[in-house]
C-alpha cells in the first residue's frame, strides 16, 4: 500500500502538514541504500544530469570545455551538456551502468542502482523511469552527491530558485532557477518500491543494449552546437 501524502491545505492537531516530507523520507532512504551523504531527487535523470553539469561548470570558470560522452548513450545525455554551457565531445567507448562525463566528477548512472553504489567525490545521476531499475510510474531521478554546498544550490535550483519551506511571497529570490523538482506521490511510490528493491531486485546493473542507441556523434544538431 502506497503511503498517503499530506494535502497542502491539510492540518493534523492544528500543525500544517508538509506535503513534501515524503520527498525528504525517499531521499533520506536512498542515502542509506547508496551510501551516499546527500540525495537530491527531481524530476528525471536529465534534470539531474543538467543541473550537476552546470553545478561543475560554474566552478570550473565558466569557460568553454569539452566534456566525453558516449557515441551511443540516450540523446538527453548531450542535450543536458549543452544546456549546462559545455560542449560534447564524442568518443567511442563501452560502458556498462554507469560511466563518467570526463573531465568533470557527474556520472550518468541510469542504469544503475545499487546498495553502497556512491562513489566519493562524484555527482552520481540515477533514473527512476519505468524502464530503469527501480522504475516509477510518473519516472523521476536523484543525484547523488557529498557537497554540502552544492546541496543548497541543487535544492534551490530544482525548485524555481525558491527556498523550501518559506512561502512563495516571503522568499527572496537570488538565482533564477529551475522547475524540476520530484513531486510528493512519485516519492512515496519510490519509497515503498526501494524498500522491495533493496531486498529482491538489486542487480548490478542493467544491460546498456548500446546497440539500441544510435550513433549520436553524426547529428548535425550536436556538431553545431
Not at 42 to 65: D, F, N, P, Q
Not at 112 to 118: A, E, N, Q, S
Not at 192 to 212: C, G
Amino acid at each position: 500500500m502506497l503511503l498517503r501524502v499530506g494535502a497542502t491545505n491539510g492540518r493534523t492537531g492544528g500543525k500544517r502538514m508538509n506535503p513534501f516530507q515524503v520527498v525528504h523520507d525517499f531521499e533520506r532512504a536512498l542515502s542509506d541504500y547508496t551510501g551516499a551523504p546527500y540525495v537530491v531527487t527531481v524530476s528525471s535523470c536529465t534534470a539531474a544530469l543538467r543541473l550537476a553539469l552546470r553545478w561543475w561548470y560554474l566552478g570550473h570558470g565558466e569557460r568553454e570545455w569539452n566534456v566525453t560522452v558516449p557515441t551511443r548513450t540516450y540523446p538527453s545525455v548531450p542535450m543536458a551538456v549543452v544546456w549546462a554551457g559545455l560542449r560534447p565531445l564524442f568518443a567511442e567507448m563501452e560502458w556498462s551502468g554507469m560511466y563518467v562525463l570526463y573531465p568533470t566528477q557527474v556520472r550518468d548512472a541510469a542504469k544503475r542502482l545499487t546498495g553502497h553504489m556512491y562513489c566519493v567525490g562524484q555527482f552520481q545521476c540515477v533514473s527512476f523511469h519505468p524502464q530503469k531499475p527501480l522504475g516509477l510510474s510518473n519516472g523521476g531521478g536523484a543525484i547523488l552527491h557529498d557537497n554540502a554546498e552544492a546541496d543548497v544550490w541543487f535544492r534551490r535550483m530544482r525548485f524555481d530558485g525558491r527556498t523550501e519551506g518559506i512561502p512563495t511571497k516571503d522568499d527572496e529570490y537570488t538565482m533564477i532557477g529551475e522547475h524540476c523538482y520530484m513531486m510528493p506521490p512519485t516519492a512515496a511510490e519510490g519509497l515503498q518500491r526501494l524498500s522491495i528493491y533493496a531486498r529482491e531486485y538489486d542487480h548490478a546493473n542493467q544491460p546498456s543494449e548500446l546497440e539500441l542507441y544510435p550513433d549520436l556523434s553524426k547529428w548535425a544538431v550536436f556538431r553545431e552546437a
